[in-house]
Every structure is written in C-alpha cells, then in structure tokens.
C-alpha cells in the first residue's frame, strides 16, 4: 500500500497582484522554488518581469514540471523567450538551447538580456 503524505490546500494568487496590495513597486530578484508549478508563477507575475526586468533564481525538476503539464525544456526556452538569458546557477555556465533536459534536476540563474521599456 502506498504511504500517504500529509497535505494542505492553499490559496493560491497571482505575485502581482500581492505585490500591488502591498504597494511595493520595484522588484529586484525573484526566487522560485514550487515543486513544477514553475511556469504558473512565473506567468503570473508577467507585469513585474517587464516593469522591473529582475533577476530570477529558478529551480528546475523535469519530473516534477512533467507532472504539471510542462518540461524542463519548456520552462527554459519560456524563459529565453521572455528576455532572459539562462545560466546553470551552480557553475555559472550559459544553458546552450538545444540541449537536452529530460529527467534534470538543477538551478537556474535568469539575468535580463536587455532592459526593454
């Protein structure tokens, strides 16, 4: 028999908005660390990546993307598509696309390409 986790339902809201309740209007960096629900924060704070352009720390896990409806691939290309140059955080290397990320587990370092307005 399969062991059972314990679990709690959260509410679940969009950065932006907490960050414009909170009235804090200029970001810096942005850690990211969910368990494969990745791309769902980093969509939902878009107005925040084009308004301040902040450095994003990002864990990546295939798996648990997969698990999601994503990949690791997708997360990454999402990323260059968004402005961001992707970079393995541990040794500070540029990810090459292309590459293969199936079954990966790693951080990525995002740094702003350009500051767009």
Known sequence: ELERFPFREVRVR????????AGIGHVDVIKIDVEGFEMEVLKGCMDVLERDH?????????ENLRDNGSS??????????????????????????GLEFAHCH????????????
Not at 14 to 21: A, T, V, Y
Not at 54 to 62: A, G, S, W
């Open 14 to 21: 969009r950065l932006d908005e907490i960050l414009q309740e």
């Open 54 to 62: 902040p450095l994003l720390f990002v864990e990546v896990d295939d």
């Open 72 to 97: 690791a691939g997708e997360l990454l290309a999402w990323l260059r598509g968004s402005g961001y140059a992707t970079h393995d955080a541990e040794r500070d290397v540029p990810l090459e696309e």
């Open 106 to 117: 790693f951080d990525v370092l995002c740094r702003p390409v350009s500051q767009r307005s």
